[in-house]
């Protein structure tokens, strides 16, 4: 500890927990025995690739999800995207469409709106109904758009303001509503919130469910809602440790908002850093600049990126164990009943028209949302969300692993599918 308290700091604010990165477990897989590739590299392609989608999320955050297959931003982001040959993103034939844009690569991602059903629908909360509508940021809400504001932030200096909130509450209907979802929430709440509304609306469990056809039992306290409700906050954490062991001790990337400094001051002349062409040459950072006058990236939170490091994401990994929990118990070829959509203005839902949403596939989009809505926000790149996932799915399969001895029925074990679309049982 006194190593740590000596550590020196430029400004006011502290380092976020950098001492969980050496923390264990006993359950499961340890923390430090996860293995992930390494990020894009500074000046790669990848990086700059990802870069540029960052940039066109920032500039496509008050444009709503159901506007995107006519808006010419979402095509100007399409088409500038298209032609960064790294992109991880899904493509068609090469190209990035605005019916794939800023959409993750799970099996379900490109499947109805853009949001996961559990981001919209009522939550059944004891003898409470939570409405998913809330307080979110006015259109234009962004930060460190001036190399002034950015430096102060990078010095650790606290934010001037805090986000200017609309006063009606609305339901998620774009990236800057998203942004400020991942923003307020607590570690798990997404998928406690999915959990809850399975439940309600009697989602069937999954076959191995040694209670699926019983005569004379049912499942509670094992195999039951107090079982699964349990095992979505116990593998939240058991994630972020294994995130912050990556983060610290392993990897230690940059954060979007320093990367583009870096972009700023060698598109500006003022420093040449060794950055790829393809986003010095794409159109997103002068139209950007058109709109602010710099090549910094506009944030969503006055206070910047977290003060760790960005790979991976602490929400990917969370996503990625939580919705593995939920896939374990729960039947993925469950079709959800009354799906809805959130009008443009957040106001309502209506009727969403189009294929079947199963309950595997809304998980899986649920997981991208909550992974990739940072990257919404400037916070994170697309690598951090990807990666993220896999790590909490490992994670989550690990714990799963040493419980499935501990159950007395006679059980098959717990099958799923995982981000990959590979079946298996545990």
Same mark, same amino acid.
């Given at each position: 500890?006194?190593?740590?308290e000596?550590?020196?700091?430029?400004?006011?604010?502290p380092?976020?927990?950098?001492?969980?990165a050496?923390?264990f477990?006993?359950?499961?897989?340890?923390?430090?025995?996860?293995?992930?590739p390494?990020?894009?590299?500074f000046?790669s392609?990848?990086m700059?690739?990802?870069?540029?989608?960052l940039?066109?999320?920032?500039?496509?955050?008050?444009?709503?999800?159901?506007?995107?297959?006519?808006?010419?931003?979402?095509?100007d982001?399409?088409a500038?995207?298209?032609?960064?040959s790294?992109f991880?993103?899904?493509r068609?034939?090469?190209?990035?469409?605005?019916?794939?844009?800023?959409?993750?690569?799970?099996?379900?991602?490109?499947?109805?709106p853009?949001?996961?059903?559990?981001?919209?629908?009522?939550?059944?909360?004891?003898?409470?109904?939570?409405?998913?509508?809330?307080r979110?940021?006015?259109?234009?809400?962004d930060?460190?758009?001036?190399?002034?504001?950015?430096?102060?932030?990078q010095?650790?200096?606290?934010?001037?303001?805090?986000n200017?909130?609309?006063?009606?509450?609305?339901y998620?209907?774009?990236?800057?509503?998203?942004?400020a979802?991942?923003?307020?929430?607590?570690?798990?709440?997404?998928?406690?919130?999915a959990?809850?509304?399975?439940?309600?609306?009697?989602?069937?469990?999954?076959?191995t469910?040694?209670y699926?056809?019983?005569r004379?039992?049912s499942?509670?306290?094992?195999? *039951?809602?107090?079982?699964?409700l349990?095992?979505?906050?116990?593998?939240?954490?058991?994630a972020?440790?294994?995130t912050?062991?990556?983060?610290w001790?392993?990897?230690r990337?940059?954060?979007?908002?320093e990367?583009? *400094?870096r972009?700023?001051?060698?598109?500006?002349?003022?420093?040449?850093?060794?950055?790829?062409?393809?986003?010095?040459?794409a159109?997103?950072?002068?139209?950007l600049?058109?709109?602010?006058g710099?090549?910094?990236?506009?944030?969503?939170?006055p206070?910047?990126?977290?003060?760790?490091?960005a790979?991976?994401?602490?929400?990917?990994?969370?996503?990625?164990?939580?919705?593995?929990?939920l896939?374990?118990?729960?039947?993925?070829?469950?079709?959800?009943?009354?799906?809805?959509?959130?009008s443009?203005?957040?106001?309502?839902?209506?009727?969403?028209?189009?294929p079947?949403?199963?309950?595997g596939?809304?998980?899986n989009?649920?997981?991208?949302?909550?992974a990739?809505g940072?990257?919404?926000a400037?916070?994170?790149?697309r690598?951090d969300g990807?990666?993220?996932?896999?790590?909490?799915?490992?994670?989550?399969? *690990?714990?799963?692993?040493?419980?499935?001895?501990?159950?007395h029925?006679?059980?098959?074990?717990?099958?799923?599918?995982?981000?990959? *679309?590979t079946?298996?049982t545990?």
């Amino acid at each position: 500890m006194t190593a740590f308290e000596a550590l020196p700091l430029d400004g006011q604010l502290p380092l976020v927990n950098p001492q969980a990165a050496y923390a264990f477990a006993l359950e499961g897989l340890d923390p430090h025995h996860v293995a992930l590739p390494a990020p894009p590299a500074f000046w790669s392609a990848e990086m700059a690739a990802e870069m540029v989608e960052l940039y066109w999320q920032a500039l496509t955050r008050d444009v709503p999800f159901a506007a995107y297959e006519t808006h010419p931003l979402i095509q100007d982001a399409a088409a500038d995207l298209s032609r960064c040959s790294a992109f991880r993103g899904p493509r068609a034939d090469g190209r990035v469409t605005p019916a794939t844009l800023f959409r993750g690569l799970t099996p379900g991602d490109l499947t109805g709106p853009y949001l996961s059903q559990f981001l919209w629908l009522d939550v059944p909360s004891g003898m409470m109904t939570l409405v998913q509508r809330g307080r979110v940021p006015i259109a234009g809400d962004d930060y460190m758009t001036t190399y002034p504001d950015w430096l102060a932030i990078q010095r650790g200096m606290p934010p001037a303001r805090p986000n200017v909130l609309d006063a009606t509450p609305r339901y998620l209907r774009h990236g800057r509503d998203l942004s400020a979802y991942v923003h307020k929430d607590f570690t798990y709440q997404a998928f406690l919130h999915a959990g809850l509304i399975l439940l309600a609306m009697r989602a069937p469990f999954q076959a191995t469910n040694p209670y699926r056809h019983s005569r004379t039992q049912s499942g509670f306290v094992t195999f *039951g809602a107090p079982d699964v409700l349990d095992l979505i906050g116990r593998v939240a954490n058991a994630a972020l440790k294994a995130t912050w062991c990556q983060k610290w001790l392993m990897h230690r990337r940059l954060r979007p908002e320093e990367f583009a *400094g870096r972009v700023h001051q060698t598109l500006s002349g003022a420093v040449r850093y060794p950055i790829h062409t393809d986003v010095l040459n794409a159109v997103a950072p002068s139209t950007l600049f058109h709109t602010t006058g710099t090549y910094l990236l506009p944030m969503a939170y006055p206070e910047g990126c977290p003060l760790h490091p960005a790979y991976p994401a602490g929400h990917a990994a969370i996503a990625g164990a939580c919705a593995t929990v939920l896939k374990a118990f729960f039947q993925a070829s469950f079709v959800l009943p009354n799906p809805v959509e959130a009008s443009a203005d957040g106001l309502v839902l209506l009727p969403y028209r189009g294929p079947d949403l199963t309950m595997g596939g809304e998980l899986n989009k649920l997981a991208s949302n909550i992974a990739l809505g940072r990257d919404a926000a400037g916070v994170h790149w697309r690598s951090d969300g990807i990666e993220g996932l896999k790590l909490g799915e490992a994670v989550a399969i *690990g714990i799963l692993r040493d419980l499935r001895a501990t159950y007395h029925e006679d059980f098959q074990g717990f099958s799923l599918t995982t981000f990959d *679309g590979t079946t298996f049982t545990i």
